[in-house]
């Protein structure tokens, strides 16, 4: 597991890292305005950092294919696949434990009955999922990271937009409505949805598995370039 202890040690190199994974995410649980949904208004927020944080993380390996380093693995002991599986492994570690402390502060803040503590972890998680498919996938479409990442500020606004995540998307026109389900960001805002009106439902569960599916299709679409 060298590559998933590595992992770990490059994900907090500075102040901005400190500041994005570790203290913005504790102080969205204090947003407690509720807007359209009977949620604090920090949960909903917290789904956009998500894809911030898994952003930053992913840029890891981005960094690794500009320095060479996944070409100098292929000739090592560990092998690309590996490679890619600790990686996934340490983010996902990573973005777990920064859920469940989000959740765990929910919980003191606005009590159990407000925050839904096993639902909420369900789904943080599976988006969560999503949101590292998704930054896999897009820093493959690039040749550097800094330029990758300087465009991911707009785009995850757009999708956040979009999505629902930060109005209600029945405003939306009904083709923009229909076209968005092939978001990620609009299963969880749907996800928000049926946790707080319907609980851990059928209906959910779906929902849980196309997040899961978005996961799948994104890294194996961003995964070909590295691993070929």
Do not use: H
């Amino acid at each position: 597991m060298i590559i998933f202890k590595y992992v770990f040690k490059r994900t907090i190199r500075s102040k901005l890292d400190i500041l994005m994974i570790l203290l913005l995410p504790v102080l969205l649980v204090f947003i407690s305005t509720e807007p359209w949904l009977p949620i604090p208004l920090g949960f909903q927020l917290y789904g956009i950092l998500i894809l911030f944080i898994s952003s930053k993380l992913c840029r890891i390996m981005m960094e690794d294919r500009e320095k060479k380093v996944v070409l100098r693995i292929s000739a090592a002991p560990i092998t690309p696949l590996r490679y890619l599986v600790e990686n996934l492994l340490a983010y996902t570690v990573i973005l777990g434990a920064i859920n469940g402390v989000v959740i765990t502060i929910g919980v003191f803040k606005y009590g159990i009955q407000n925050i839904y503590p096993l639902e909420m972890f369900l789904l943080l998680t599976a988006f969560s999922f999503a949101s590292i498919g998704l930054s896999i996938a897009w820093y493959s479409l690039f040749r550097s990271s800094d330029t990758a990442y300087s465009i991911l500020s707009g785009l995850y606004m757009s999708l956040a937009m979009l999505g629902g995540m930060l109005w209600p998307i029945e405003i939306m026109p009904d083709i923009i409505q229909r076209m968005v389900q092939i978001l990620p960001t609009y299963w969880f805002a749907l996800g928000m949805r049926e946790i707080v009106f319907e609980g851990f439902s059928k209906e959910f569960v779906f929902i849980l598995g196309i997040l899961i599916l978005f996961s799948i299709a994104f890294t194996l679409l961003g995964s070909r370039r590295r691993l070929g």
